[in-house]
């Protein structure tokens, strides 16, 4: 398929770079449909005769198959092109949602897990990490703003998806029979959104610039001339610091997001100011919000702070939102105003990734490092629902109640937010014994 070759999507002249992110842009408000997964638990639970931990099994699959498609991908990606990838994402990602209508309508659920989480989470993780080192390449000069604009769209997926996807399980029915339908649909529309980003998507010609950028090597943002290998780079410190950054910082966050809307009810519980269930839809809604809102708005301030100074910001004031909740969340606003601040750094630290990749390795190979780094993400996917429902279980059955429930897991995210600020303040730029030979051959002769 040469419509599908690397060669066949680069830039003609006169080719704007803005026409590159609303094609990201397609891909990732569709895959971004993940994070209203919570819409289709209750009729399935009700259809298919499920408890609450295996409705949440699909997804919970999607994310662990993310990360891991991602990193074991993450060298295709490079090798073979946006256009090459985005198009893998478009077929596993809807054939994803045909198996799972198949199996609801069949009544195997294994199929639901099988379409959904395995064969849809490929087409998450190989659609999330498809434009992002393009992306870098077309805005050099303002690659925080660029890869935040496309993985806004990942964060925002769930607020064109939910209502969406809520608007037709209301006219197909909520049994077996509708859930297959609102699946079907799902997958072919999603097929032929995604199909724009394959078509629209260009790379810019070897060593191409913006008119008027100067490329610069400061050391105060970590920012390097210099390129690192994917594989060079899992063997660098800084690596491993980044990823421990981006696991606390995303335990931290998708703790909330999991379980949100009980988490309010219980907060407020006995109180003088009750939640209501649709107040607490209307609080998941605003947290969306601000997971999508804190991508593009975060990831643009890091081109003018610096990257590390901006993760200080996400898990040193995040940690102190999470300590305003613990002493003070009895008032709701405060409580309301503290979530969506930690939800907006959720987002921002998946949107800056990308961008302090560059600034410690260069772009040769950025898209496979990310694709490697967003293990952090199917590790965190796993630790952080695993914490806060664990502990509101074991104090459940202790016979806590309210905040209680929550008092010790927020905590612990405390912890995890202050071992993610050390590990940030533990990064420096890479050593030059990792950057590539070539490079390094040039810098000997030109000191001999």
Known sequence: MTFLDRSRTVAPPGWSRWLVPPAALAVHLSIGQAYAWSVFKPPLESALDLSGTASALP???????????????????????????????????????????????????????????FIGGIGLGIGYISP????????????????????????????????WSTGMLAAFGTDSAGIATAFLVHGLAYAGFMALGVLLVRVPPDGWLPAGFQPKAE???????????????????????????????????????????PMITDFFTGTSTPVTVPAAAGFVALLSLANMTGRLLWSSTSDLVGRK???????????????????????????ICCALVILSFYGGGFATAPAYLQDLFGTYQVGAIHGRLLTAWSTAGILGPLIVNWVADAGERAGHSGSGLYTTSLTIMIGLLIIGFVANEFIRPVHPRFHEAAERKARAHQQS
């Not at 001339?225 to 931290?252: D, E, G, H, I, K």
């Not at 939102?321 to 606003?333: H, N, Q, R």
């Open 309 to 335: 100074n901006m993760y200080r910001v996400y898990l040193g004031v995040g940690a102190l939102m999470y300590l305003t909740i613990v002493e003070f969340g009895s008032a709701k606003p405060l409580f």
């Open 219 to 261: 050391t105060r943002r970590l920012v390097t001339t210099a390129q690192v290998s994917a594989r060079n780079a899992l063997r660098t410190p800084q690596f491993w610091c980044l990823w421990v950054v981006l696991c606390m910082n995303v335990t931290a966050g998708i703790g909330i997001l999991e379980k949100a809307a």
């Open 59 to 117: 997804f919970q699959l999607a994310i662990v198959m993310l990360g891991l498609s991602a990193a074991f991908g993450g060298t295709l990606v490079e090798r073979n092109g946006p256009r090459w990838a985005m198009f893998v994402s478009l077929v596993c990602f809807s054939s994803g949602f045909l198996v799972a209508a198949l199996g609801v309508a069949t009544g195997r659920f294994w199929l639901v897990v099988l379409g959904y989480g």
């Open 132 to 163: 992002v080192s393009t992306l870098i390449k077309w805005f050099p000069d303002r690659p925080g703003m660029a890869t935040g604009i496309a993985i806004m769209g990942f964060g925002g997926g769930a607020l064109i998806a939910s209502p």
